[in-house]
């Protein structure tokens, strides 16, 4: 159950099972990058994700998530991987490179702005696709009509400055490879409810719209 890098670098070929039934467990990773971002940020969020996707989706994630560098060839083990922070990100020309060959071969990132991410990402963004603009996502999308339903988009999680929370895509031959949550914090949502004093209703809203970004990542043709 892992990606394969292909002698080209560039194809990811996919084998994961989204049963319980399966014979070993499909991990999913951290995104650590350098520029002095607080990359480790929502410590408790993803392994309080992966736990209400094994059993709201019958999948059969590893309990405990791994952390993985963005110049890494591990990275193509992880069909689905998440980012986040508050600060500065600086990817290497060849970070930038390695991103995109995931990308573009099958993986899928999704960036998630614990507020002071954004002025930073999307330059770097503009290193791995500068063909690329970040668009709002429609609210028709598939991410937000999964098993969970969310008309109106990316539920608000967390304030900041008052702003609506928004989700963002990189659209690359016709297939979402990145989904960037703003103004919505979703890891705030996923962390333990005493971590941020978070409501159940938004901590329920954040796993659910979570839930639907690993099934969306999961079962989209590649």
Sequence with gaps: MRFILSSLGVVLLVCFCLSADAQSSVKIAKLKYGGGGDWYANKTALPNLIKFCN???NTALAPDEDVVEVGSKELYLYPYIYM????????????????RNYLVGGGFLHIDDNYG?????RIELKKVFPELELIE???????YHQKFEFAKGLPKIHEHDGKPAQ????IYEG????????ECDLGNGWEDMRVHNTPELK???ALQMGANLISYCFTTSR
């Excluded at 020309?93 to 390695?98: K, L, M, R, W, Y």
């Design 167 to 170: 989700g963002f895509g990189l």
């Design 137 to 143: 996502l429609p609210y028709d999308h598939p991410v």
């Design 55 to 57: 059993t709201e989706l």
């Design 203 to 205: 901590h329920q809203q």
């Design 117 to 121: 991410l954004d002025k930073y990402i």
């Design 175 to 182: 297939r979402l490879v990145l989904f960037y949550s703003y």
């Design 84 to 99: 986040t922070g508050h600060g500065n990100v600086v990817f290497s020309e060849s970070d930038a490179a390695n991103l």
